[in-house]
């Protein structure tokens, strides 16, 4: 069993629409959890991070994390085409800047205009 | 200000090959990680870097082993390829706060 998992999609949804990407993962001692957003034939970029359970918000981007479930969810609202990419959820340990970020498979958006 | 670079950005070798990856962090970061993307697949920890030596390591066999100058730069050396060495090389920069990993564009590796 991986110690994250990510529905890989592909996922299509038509401009404006509500999109919810999710990974539930197994090991108790993440504390730290990530998404980044790759666009094809790029590295990851960083769009946003969570400690421990709550929620985040930035601009249309929402991150929500439960540790009670070890389930986390990233919302965008009002998607736009160029939110079109692959979504990977990454979760760590620690913060102290020597941990690992264990990664789920990715899940690919497309807007559809 | 410069982010992550990585070089070269395609490669392609033959199996029992060797290959050398290098890869500059972003300005100021002093911790490099190296990962692993099959296509289709998320990063795979590789190893990572500190004060030029290995901090942390993955699930990589020894044919994977790299190295981190006095500037912060590293390189990423895989011998004996394997087909199944062919994916996306990513390097990451950091400091301080693992969350805070800036990836680089990545090396395509190609294994025939």
């Known amino acids: 069993q991986k110690e994250v998992e990510q529905d890989p999609g592909p996922l299509s949804v038509p401009e404006g629409a509500i999109v919810s990407l999710n990974c539930t993962y197994s090991n108790s001692a993440f504390q730290y959890f990530m998404w980044y957003r790759q666009y094809s034939r790029k590295g990851p970029e960083l769009l946003m991070y969570t400690y421990s359970s709550g929620n985040k918000e930035d601009g249309r981007f929402t991150a929500q994390v439960d540790k009670s479930s070890k389930y986390i969810s990233l919302f965008i609202r009002d998607s736009q085409p160029s939110d079109s990419a692959t979504y990977l959820c990454?979760?760590?340990?620690?913060?102290?800047?020597?941990?690992?970020?264990?990664f789920g498979t990715g899940t690919r958006l497309t807007i559809i205009p | 200000d410069a982010g992550v670079t990585q070089s070269p950005t395609h490669l392609i070798k033959t199996r029992g090959q060797q290959v050398t990856l290098r890869c500059s962090p972003k300005s100021g970061h002093d911790t490099v990680s190296w990962y692993q993307q099959a296509l289709g697949q998320g990063p795979q920890f590789i190893f990572q870097?500190?004060?030029?030596?290995?901090?942390q390591r993955g699930n990589f066999p020894d044919r994977f082993s790299g190295h981190q100058f006095p500037n912060y730069s590293s390189e990423l050396n895989v011998n004996a390829l394997l087909l199944g060495d062919s994916a996306l090389y990513l390097c990451?920069?950091?400091?301080?706060?693992?969350?805070?990993?800036?990836f680089g564009p990545g090396t395509r590796l190609t294994v025939t």
């Open positions: 870097y500190y004060e030029e030596e290995e901090r």
């Open positions: 990454a979760m760590s340990g620690s913060n102290f800047g020597n941990e690992k970020l264990t």
């Open positions: 990451a920069s950091s400091q301080d706060r693992a969350y805070e990993q800036y």
